[in-house]
């Protein structure tokens, strides 16, 4: 069992940024592949970001590739997700999300956050 713990998110205009941070706490969660998804109204939910627990490979949903980075210290249990040139159909409420297996792979996240706010204005 792996706890997560999210900060950032908020409000912000078109072409803005907002940073997301999620830190892990519990059994080995320096081992753990972490990631964002993302639940909205309109699309429901989406796998937005991930990152291996060695900080390589990574994963990008396509329409957030070129704006969002995700990244970890080698090891750590604290991921940033910096969003950048933000869209409005980027609001959504963002969850982190941690587990073992394929970084790719929706399958290997089984533990979560409670959720951040993104909103985004045009």
């Known amino acids: 069992q792996v706890d997560l713990v999210e900060n950032g998110g908020g409000t912000v205009q078109a072409g803005g940024s907002l940073k997301l941070t999620c830190t892990a706490s519990g059994r080995a969660s320096n081992n753990y592949a972490m990631g964002w998804f993302r639940q909205t109204p309109t699309k429901g939910r989406e796998f937005v970001a991930a990152i291996n627990w060695s900080g390589t490979p990574t994963y990008y949903l396509d329409s957030v590739k070129g704006r969002f980075t995700i990244s970890r210290k080698i090891g750590k249990s604290v991921i940033d997700l910096q969003m950048d040139s933000l869209k409005p159909e980027d609001s959504g409420v963002y969850y982190c999300?941690?587990?073992?297996?394929?970084?790719?792979?929706?399958?290997?996240?089984?533990?979560w956050g409670q959720g951040t706010q993104v909103t985004v204005s045009s």
């Open positions: 999300a941690a587990g073992v297996g394929s970084v790719g792979s929706e399958r290997t996240y089984d533990n």
